[in-house]
């Protein structure tokens, strides 16, 4: 909220805020707990303009656009030539005099105008820097001027040697949201008492409550609801200085009665609401709660549908404003209004919070009205706002208030008791009873001592006090935090020891690393059209309200956001991306608690060149299937003590002829990986191939057992070469097996080195070159090792058909 | 005779020494030695030659014979090793490479900058006594919200700004839920920080993003009091931007605490003089804090009464852009591997 220094001058005697100086208490606020985010100037800097009436107007003799006026600042008569079309006699503008400066500087001197002499010039409110009170085309009358005024300075009459605070007011206190909320803040520091201005109303017309009445049907929602009757107002600009006013704290004035309630709202904090009283049928107001079906069509123009939950503002007829929210279009004051009714109420914060957000409406009265109006300002709000309305548009104020007042506190009113003891041990020091009342009282708090403590009447501005803690800290605030002394935490504990969970994700991040990927973190949302059409939309989370279509899904797995990464790299000019990323997924439930089905996972994502470019090779073949596997083979060993399986896989997002699911040595699945459907590249606007591979965190998380070390035999190892055809239809791993389920304990290791398809092996096989490496405790003989080969040869021939070639 | 033999010997030394002189390599060597040591050699003849000799001269015509031929030995060894380090020598230069050409990298992988200030505020907290602890991206709002005293209708809850999955799940707004879930499961003491992804339906800007991280703390004991609060991230601070940064605790709201507080840190681009970063306050707000609200003590069914404590909860993302100089928090997102490689030893 904006809050202007001199506004909040108001409400104190003369000179006391200005004793500790506007940046010194927006320090003080800000450790109280109203950060003040920015201070600034309102008004752009200008001198030497005073208040001039101008008292003849006479016609430039050399010139048909220009006029001769003599003009008046209180000490004798003085002539300025003017241009301006809308220049009358009786008027009072800015006559900026010679020496004067201008914003842009602009300087006044003495001069001659088309042969005439002119002793200064009467002011736009652009030429003052004022742009937002009239435009550049005519001078600015300044409505509301006294005669008294003429001759002193714009800048003191108008208050514009202000300075204003930009506040970051917090949610709990919409008692300040306003001047007089900050002032009582404040006051406290300046050793005077804060006041309200006097009103001064004058009630010149017939009793109110011979012509109108309320009944508040809904008491719930609208405990106070208080009216008064103003005739015969003319809707017109308002005075000056309440338009300067408002423009500090940076609200643009409207008229003098959209203003006045303005005014008085940012003043006390009550928000008001002014109906054209011809145009509530039956002349009287209803406060009832909305009825099944029942519309409005708000100030905004907008048609909106209300419920029984909302209290609504109603003549006989029909709702004319949703209350404490926004007012209907139907009785709006119009320059046309000849009799305007005006709303002072209080209103439920719960349930007018409540309908402001089921409405979706924001507006300053909402705002204030759900974090809480002090009921009793109603009163003063009302006939202040009513005051002002009678000064600016000249109306008539009719007798009296209609509706319900605020109910008067009664001494019993309940009171919160405050236990010092409690109070040392939540502040963390030992605050003296007097000191803690001594705070208390000065922000309004009602204060009695009791034996253990103080027993505390909570004022009715503030909503955000209900118990103990709520004082605890009022005080703790008040006297302030920096009073609070450092205490070390209680038996300084022992470093604590990373999670199993902690230590398993460090472990898989240090194997993705060493095998060449970067860490990533990607969104978490995805649109439908990555996946397109291979992945079900029922198969994943949707948000109910999404910051736009293409972040309407939670990810269901990583890769749909990693892929995406490393097709942005490769658009970029990457020629080799890998990347890797440890973070949740989603799919939907079923989950007894009603949230989704989330699991930590792991994704491995790259494309480009299997290598970095080298100086001494031609090119580097591209990333495929099997540097996908080895990294994945490298990340689950080293991170997780995992020697994976990879067997076919049917997962539509995958590359129908290279997709695998890993399993774990035991047959269970935890993941996938593969080559990415071409179309979901594509959907990334990358044309390339993209390998993936995903597995859930959890299967991965496991303390791996403690490394039992075998001894190594020191005996020589034997190696024979074997080339196996083998039918199309038989996997390599099947083969593999097949040899070692037909070698025995002699056969120590086995790899292979070839596989090959053509001419030279039949349709429908192919060959596969394995490296047999034989090692024993004692040094194995050429003809056992032939014996071996050949019991292997045998087997393969009679159990699975496979030849030698 | 004795006199011609000597003679006759050190001409053929001589000789030999001016051959080996003349030799460019290892088999001119090995000829010389065959004519002077071989079979046939010149040497080899004049000892055969000693048998003939009168009995009394031979033991000294032995002894130099023998004399010559150590001699010769030495000297064809001699040369034949300062031709083989020549040699070598030409080989090395042979091989000679350009070691300004660029090595063979294997690539090694970069941790995400915010794994790395995440990991490096843990650890300071892990060191302070708090252990890990985690919880869900989706949350029900009973964790994220009215288990933290923000019940249906709170002003805090609708600046949330929350991206709800259905009435009763939202993506987390914050990691205090963690919170409650720790609270739900044991009795205090309860000391832990929780880092994690949060949400909110912010519009991806320079200093927004929809996903961001926080590191949530708690401490819950008897007897915990502001003045611990106050301490513990104090040292905090001093530990992880250096002890000279000033802090200031501001009063603050938050529902789930009370007190509460903003910590504001000396402003680590100005040192407190004011300037663009702080926006001439001098000040940074680092963190929000306070003691747990004892509503939020008795929704998990903790004595509120006997218990107390403190929480704080921080944004990780901007204090890797305050560290790393880093102007855009998409840019965190976005996993440009030019910016990733970047943080390759930290």
């Known amino acids: 909220m904006n809050v202007s220094f001199r506004w909040l001058t108001t409400f104190f005697p003369l000179g006391a805020l200005d004793a500790i100086g506007a940046e010194e208490l927006a320090r003080r606020l800000t450790l109280q707990g109203f950060p003040v985010d920015e201070v600034r100037r309102p008004f752009a800097a200008f001198s030497g303009v005073v208040l001039g009436k101008v008292l003849a107007v006479r016609p430039h003799p050399n010139a048909d656009r220009l006029t001769l006026c003599t003009v008046s600042a209180g000490d004798g008569e003085r002539q300025v030539v003017c241009g301006a079309p809308n220049v009358e006699v009786g008027a009072v503008y800015g006559y900026a005099m010679e020496g004067a400066q201008l914003p842009g ?564 699945p935890i993941g996938f990986c593969g080559e990415l459907d071409p179309r979901v590249a594509w959907s990334w606007g990358a044309n390339a191939r993209l390998y993936v591979a995903e597995c859930d965190l959890a299967a991965l998380s496991s303390e791996p057992a403690t490394v039992l070390a075998e001894e190594i035999s020191r005996a020589p190892a034997v190696q024979r070469d074997l080339a196996l055809v083998v039918p199309e239809a038989h996997a390599a791993a099947e083969v593999v097996s097949a040899v070692q389920d037909a070698a025995g304990d002699r056969l120590a290791r086995i790899a292979v080195f070839d596989r090959y398809r053509g001419p030279q092996v039949s349709e429908g096989a192919y060959s596969l070159g394995l490296r047999l490496t034989f090692q024993a405790e004692r040094t194995l003989t050429d003809s056992e090792v032939d014996a071996s080969v050949e019991r292997i040869v045998k087997h393969l021939a009679e159990q699975h058909g496979y030849t030698l070639r | 005779m004795m006199v011609e033999l000597r003679d006759r010997l050190e001409n053929l030394r001589r000789a030999v020494e001016r051959d080996l002189e003349a030799a460019a390599g290892p088999t001119e060597v090995e000829a010389i030695r065959v004519r002077a040591l071989g079979r046939k050699g010149s040497l080899t003849g004049e000892a055969k030659a000693i048998g003939a000799l009168a009995p009394e001269e031979r033991p000294a015509a032995g002894e130099l014979v023998n004399r010559i031929k150590g001699e010769i030995e030495a000297a064809i060894e001699a040369r034949e090793r300062t031709l083989a380090e020549t040699q070598l020598a030409a080989r090395l230069e042979a091989e000679r490479l350009d070691v300004t050409l660029p090595g063979r990298r294997r690539g090694q992988g970069t941790r995400h900058p915010i794994t790395i200030v995440t990991d490096e505020l843990i650890e300071i907290f892990r060191r302070m006594g708090f252990e890990v602890a985690t919880g869900p991206e989706a949350e029900t709002t009973w964790h994220n919200f009215e288990a933290l005293n923000i019940p249906p209708g709170h002003p805090a809850r609708e600046e949330m700004d929350t991206l709800y999955i259905s009435d009763e799940v939202v993506l987390r707004t914050h990691t205090s839920p963690v919170q409650i879930r720790v609270m739900e499961e044991r009795d205090p003491p309860v000391r832990i920080v929780c880092p994690g992804r949060v949400f909110r339906s912010d519009t991806p800007d320079a200093s927004h993003s929809p996903y961001f991280h926080q590191i949530e703390g708690l401490w819950v004991d008897e007897g915990i009091s502001l003045a611990h609060l106050k301490w513990a991230l104090t040292e905090f601070v001093h530990r992880y931007f250096g002890p000279q940064i000033d802090v200031r605790f501001r009063p603050s709201y938050f529902p789930f605490t009370e007190p509460s507080a903003e910590l504001d840190m000396g402003c680590l681009f100005c040192r407190g003089a004011g300037c663009r970063v702080c926006k001439g306050t001098g000040w940074m707000e680092l963190l929000g804090c306070g003691m747990v609200h004892p509503a939020v003590l008795e929704a998990v069914g903790t004595d509120s009464e006997r218990y107390t404590g403190f929480a704080w909860g921080l944004g990780v993302d901007r204090i890797a852009m305050l560290k790393h100089g880093v102007g855009d928090i998409r840019l965190f997102f976005e996993n440009d591997v030019r910016f990733l490689h970047q943080f390759a030893v930290a």
């Open chain 1, 105 to 668: 500087e602009r300087s006044i001197r003495r001069t001659k105008i088309r042969g005439v002499e002119s002793q200064g010039m009467l002011c736009s409110a652009p030429e003052l820097g004022l742009d937002a009170l009239g435009s550049a085309e005519g001078i600015w009358p300044l409505p509301g001027a006294v005669e008294g005024d003429l001759g002193r300075d714009l800048r003191e009459v108008l208050d514009l040697d202000d300075v204003v605070f930009a506040i970051d007011v917090t949610s709990n206190r919409g008692d300040a949201l306003s001047h007089w909320g900050i002032a009582r803040e404040v006051q406290w520091m300046t050793g005077e008492r804060c006041t309200l201005p006097e009103v001064g109303l004058a009630e010149t017309g017939a009793p109110a409550a011979a012509r109108t009445s309320v009944s508040v049907e809904d008491p719930d929602g609208c405990p106070v609801y208080l009216g008064r009757l103003i005739d015969g107002a003319r809707v017109a600009r308002s005075p000056a200085w309440m338009q300067t006013r408002l423009l500090a704290v940076g609200q643009r004035p409207v008229n003098n009665i959209v203003d006045a309630t303005n005014f008085v709202m940012l003043e006390c904090g009550q928000p008001l609401h002014g109906f054209d009283f011809d145009r509530l049928l039956g002349g009287r107001i209803i406060v009832r709660r909305g009825r099944p079906e029942e519309r409005i069509t708000t100030l905004d123009g907008r048609e909106r549908r209300v419920d029984p939950e909302m209290t609504m503002i109603a003549d006989e007829d029909e709702a004319v404003a949703i209350g404490g929210v926004m007012g209907g279009s139907d009785s709006e004051v119009t320059d046309a209004t000849s009799t305007v009714f005006l709303e002072s109420a209080h209103f439920d914060p719960g349930r007018l919070g409540r309908t402001a957000r089921r409405l979706g409406i924001v507006t300053e009265a909402s705002v204030r009205f759900a974090r809480g109006v002090d009921p009793a300002i109603t009163v003063w709000g009302l006939d202040r706002a009513a005051a002002l309305i009678a000064e600016g548009a000249g109306g008539q104020v009719a007798e009296g208030r209609v509706g319900v007042p605020p109910a008067v506190e009664t001494a019993a009113a309940e009171r919160i008791l405050l236990r010092m003891a409690r109070l040392d041990a939540v502040a963390g020091r030992s605050i003296p009873k007097g000191e803690a009342r001594g705070v208390l009282e000065a922000v309004g708090f009602g204060v009695e001592e009791t034996g253990a403590g103080l027993a505390i009447r909570v004022p009715g501005w503030r909503f955000d006090v209900a118990r103990e803690v709520d004082l605890i800290e009022e005080v703790a605030r008040l006297s302030g935090y920096d009073r609070v002394p450092l205490t070390p935490l209680p038996s300084p504990p022992v470093a604590s020891a990373a999670g199993s969970g902690e230590r398993a994700v460090r472990r898989l991040s240090t194997a993705a690393r060493a095998a060449g990927f970067d860490e990533a973190r990607t969104p978490s949302f995805v649109g439908e059209g990555v996946l397109g059409a291979i992945f079900p939309v029922d198969k994943m989370v949707e948000l109910r309200n999404p910051i736009s279509r293409e972040n309407r899904f939670l990810r269901p797995f990583i890769f749909t956001t990693l892929g995406g990464a490393v097709c942005y790299n490769l658009k970029r000019g990457a020629e080799r991306v890998k990347l890797f990323e440890i973070g949740h997924a989603f799919a939907p439930g079923p989950r007894t608690d009603g949230l989704p089905d989330e699991s930590r996972r792991l994704a491995l994502a790259a494309a480009g060149d299997r290598g970095p470019l080298d100086w001494s090779r031609e090119s580097s073949p591209p990333y495929d299937f099997f540097d996908l596997k080895g990294d994945l083979e490298d990340v689950l060993w080293h991170g997780a003590a995992l020697r994976a399986r990879l067997v076919p896989s049917e997962r539509a997002f995958l590359h129908s002829g290279r997709r695998a699911e890993i399993l774990t040595p035991d047959g269970a």
